[in-house]
Every structure is written in C-alpha cells, then in structure tokens.
C-alpha cells in the first residue's frame, strides 16, 4: 500500500497541491454529493471500502483543523452513485473522536445546495438545528459547508456550489 499523501490545509495556498483529488473533480448528476463513514484509521480502512464498494481511491487524505478530521474519498466505479467519504479524529477533541472510538459507522449524508444561508433558513423553519455554521472545508478547496441535525435524528451537510 503506498502512503497517502496529506493535505495540510492550513492555508489555502496549500491546496494547489491536492487539484486534482476526487472531492474537487467530480460532481454529482443530482444534489446528493457524499454518504460520510466515520473510521477509526484510514489508512487502515480505506482498501476494505474501496473493495467492497466497488470503488476508486486518488490516495489523497484532507486534515481539516476546523473540523478537528482526517477525510478522503472513493468514487464509486458505477455512474450516479454518491462519493463514499471516510472521516478520521484528527485528535481527541475532534467531534467524531467517541465515535471513531467505538468502531465508527454511517455519520452523515450531503447534499450540495446553491446558497448556503437558503438552505440553513428552510431547514431551520422545518424544524432543524444547525449544528455547525458555516466554515470554509479544505476538501472541498475552501468552499463553504455546514451541518444541520433534523427531527428525524438525520445528521446532513450542506455543500455550497
């Protein structure tokens, strides 16, 4: 297995490194753009995912110091399927860290929306909490997500275009 290679992110003139990652390249056919895994190591992970889900990895491991996470990508080989991301604690005060801890599983599905502030307002008038207000993500090159907690105890990030 080669080493991944890590994006720090700690700046955006950093990310030149990382272009052309998955999370950067491909766009979903709809709005569903990722169902997001947390795992207690990647590395030690991703090649059973990858298998089993019939997917591509580019290798390329995001460290995001906002969200305290490691993240990386699979693409599935059949069209129209969502992205897979596999989520990391970076650290024990990550938010995913008990988690991770006691062997991960499904986190949470994303969606990508045309305006962020819209979204959040919808879903906050259907009864939804926002979780994490929005904050620039280094695996998406900077462009803004955030998260929301629904009634239905769904947990969703939304993905600015």
Wanted: charged share 20%; aromatic share 10%.
């Amino acid at each position: 297995m080669q080493i991944p290679r890590f994006a720090r992110g700690d700046k955006p003139d950093e990310w030149f490194l990382t272009m052309n990652a998955i999370s950067l390249t491909w766009q979903p056919e709809g709005t569903f753009h990722h169902v997001g895994f947390v795992v207690a190591s990647i590395p030690d992970s991703v090649q059973g995912f990858a298998s089993i889900l019939q997917a591509d990895w580019d290798e390329q491991v995001f460290h995001d110091p906002n969200q305290s996470v490691r993240v990386t990508f699979l693409k599935s080989r059949r069209p129209g399927d969502p992205l897979w991301e596999l989520v990391e604690p970076a650290d024990e005060q990550s938010p995913v860290h008990s988690f991770g801890v006691k062997g991960g599983g499904l986190h949470h599905v994303c969606y990508v929306v045309e305006n962020l502030e819209h979204a959040l307002a919808d879903t906050r008038a259907l009864g939804a909490i926002v979780t994490r207000q929005p904050m620039p993500a280094v695996a998406f090159g900077g462009r803004h997500i955030a998260w929301i907690y629904t009634k239905n105890r769904l947990l969703i990030e939304y993905l600015e275009r």
